[in-house]
């Protein structure tokens, strides 16, 4: 069982340059979040998706984009990365509601020149 | 704007003394969460409180929700250095149907033997 997982764990870009974080979890789960972290903000809410087949913004969702695959992953795609970018990104599910545990990945961590 | 306000931001203690950690916000939150970080992973949740002027114990931790719903406090009693990490609280607005999670920026607690 192993939960949340996250790749990659540290990913470096120029600027302009798209990439896609990929997050996967085996606890079936029917939300999922992405949030970025950056120093002295806490975590913030990209997107999250309630359940299958739905997706919504949160927060911080310009220069991004998601996918909700299937049940089990959640993408996060910035087409475009520009160095405001850079962050530790987490990945996180939960059963239903953020009422429930919300169980995050280890993170990723980008770096965008 | 952080809508939850933590402080403080940094706190270095000895071993064996207590320590009280705050999240403060002029919002009413239907419910509230702490988490605890360490460094190179995600937050683990600790904690939810639901219900004004409610108080949680986890072993030597000592969790209070205000009775108006906006604020909580987190006291840990005879410090361990394993109580190190990052302190963030997490509260869900009552005007959000969903309950998207709100974050504060972190109290970053350091215990040394």
């Known amino acids: 069982n192993a939960g949340v997982t996250q790749t990659p764990k540290f990913q470096v870009l120029k600027t302009g340059q798209s990439m896609t974080l990929q997050c996967a979890q085996d606890?079936?789960?029917?939300?999922m979040y992405w949030y970025r972290q950056d120093p002295g903000m806490g975590l913030r809410l990209i997107y999250y998706?309630?359940?299958?087949?739905?997706?919504d913004k949160g927060e911080v969702p310009n220069g991004y984009n998601v996918s909700r695959l299937n049940k089990r992953e959640f993408s996060l795609r910035l087409e475009s990365a520009a160095p405001s970018q850079t962050s530790v990104y987490f990945c996180?599910?939960?059963?239903?509601?953020?009422?429930?545990?919300?169980?995050f990945g280890p993170g990723t961590r980008l770096t965008v020149l | 704007t952080q809508l939850l306000e933590q402080s403080p931001q940094f706190l270095s203690i000895q071993e064996g003394e207590n320590l009280t950690v705050y999240c403060n916000s002029s919002s009413v939150f239907s419910s509230l969460q702490w988490y605890r970080q360490e460094p190179g992973e995600g937050p683990v949740l600790l904690v939810t409180v639901v219900t004004g002027g409610e108080v949680k114990k986890l072993k030597r931790l000592t969790f209070q929700f205000g009775d108006a719903r906006k604020d909580s406090s987190l006291h840990i009693t005879a410090a361990q250095p394993g109580d190190t990490g990052l302190y963030l609280c997490a509260g869900a607005l009552t005007t959000d149907s969903w309950g998207k999670l709100q974050f504060g920026a972190g109290t970053q607690v350091v215990v040394t033997p």
């Open positions: 996180a599910s939960s059963e239903f509601t953020t009422l429930d545990t919300q169980y």
């Open positions: 998706s309630a359940s299958e087949g739905t997706t």
């Open positions: 606890m079936n789960h029917n939300s």
